[in-house]
């Protein structure tokens, strides 16, 4: 059973930062790219960011110089540092990875979510 949990998010004033966290658990053999998503109220849920398993990055045009992307391969963890924020980033962000599992498959795994909420 492999899980991706999401931590991070919260309130912040425009032109404030968060880092969001999300850890990957369970019987993991292998993530190749990890990504941030985001979903505003009555959107589609969009491509933030997304790292390969070379840490290579890319970023939506709408975050560029404002957020990135990382992780830490020893803890399965992907970051998302927020800085700038603007109440347009207002969504609910969700992690999702593409994960090699015990199950012997390589399939895309998702978290539960984390509201950010940015006030002007």
């Known amino acids: 059973q492999v899980q991706l949990v999401e931590s991070g998010g919260g309130l912040v004033q425009a032109g404030g930062s968060l880092r969001l966290s999300c850890a990957a658990s369970?019987?993991?053999?292998?993530?190749?790219?990890m990504r941030w998503y985001r979903q505003a109220p009555g959107k589609q849920r969009e491509l933030v960011a997304v790292?390969?398993?070379?840490?290579?990055?890319n970023y939506a045009d709408s975050v560029k110089g404002r957020v990135t992307i990382s992780r830490d391969n020893a803890k399965n963890t992907v970051y998302l540092q927020m800085n700038s924020l603007k109440p347009e980033d207002t969504a609910v962000y969700y992690c999702?990875?593409?994960?090699?599992?015990?199950?012997?498959?390589?399939?895309?795994?998702w978290g539960q979510g984390t509201q950010v909420t940015v006030s002007s």
């Open positions: 999702n990875a593409d994960i090699f599992s015990s199950a012997l498959t390589f399939r895309p795994y």
């Open positions: 369970g019987s993991i053999f292998n993530i190749n790219a």
């Open positions: 790292i390969d398993s070379d840490s290579s990055t």
